[in-house]
Nanobody, 126 residues
Framework: HVQLVESGGGEVQAGGSLRLSCVVSGYFFSKYCTGWFRQVPGKEREVIASIDRDGRTSYTDSIKGRFSASNDAAKNIAYLQMNNLIPEDTAEYYC??????????????????????WGQGTQVTV
């Protein structure tokens, strides 16, 4: 079964950087879309980045040029490099897989309701 363990969050000053990790088991990056999400209290979880099964990345506008998603298939770890962090990036961050095809694993088409497995998340505070 699918398991996801996120880590790497913490408290950082505005302008700083963090790299989040997501150790995955039960699925292969080459067969699934991997999404990165964030959620703040009182709001819905939103997808902010995606990597399709062929390795193509896509980002929501608010993080373009600052965040970068990648997958290490050999280690079964997904990464989210976050640079130039701003207070609005404060949230709980998650990764998750979906079986949606590559044409659906990109903005503006990708949505949180297409992902069904979740880890415990990691908190980022800016």
């Amino acid at each position: 079964h699918v398991q996801l363990v996120e880590s790497g969050g913490g408290e950082v000053q505005a302008g700083g950087s963090l790299r989040l990790s997501c150790v995955v088991s039960g699925y292969f990056f080459s067969k699934y879309c991997t999404g990165w999400f964030r959620q703040v209290p009182g709001k819905e979880r939103e997808v902010i980045a995606s990597i399709d099964r062929d390795g193509r990345t896509s980002y929501t506008d608010s993080i373009k040029g600052r965040f970068s998603a990648s997958n290490d298939a050999a280690k079964n770890i997904a990464y989210l490099q976050m640079n130039n962090l701003i207070p609005e990036d404060t949230a709980e961050y998650y990764c998750a897989p979906s079986s949606i095809p590559p044409e659906g694993c990109k903005f503006p088409y990708v949505g949180a309701d297409e992902f069904n497995y979740w880890g415990q998340g990691t908190q980022v505070t800016v």
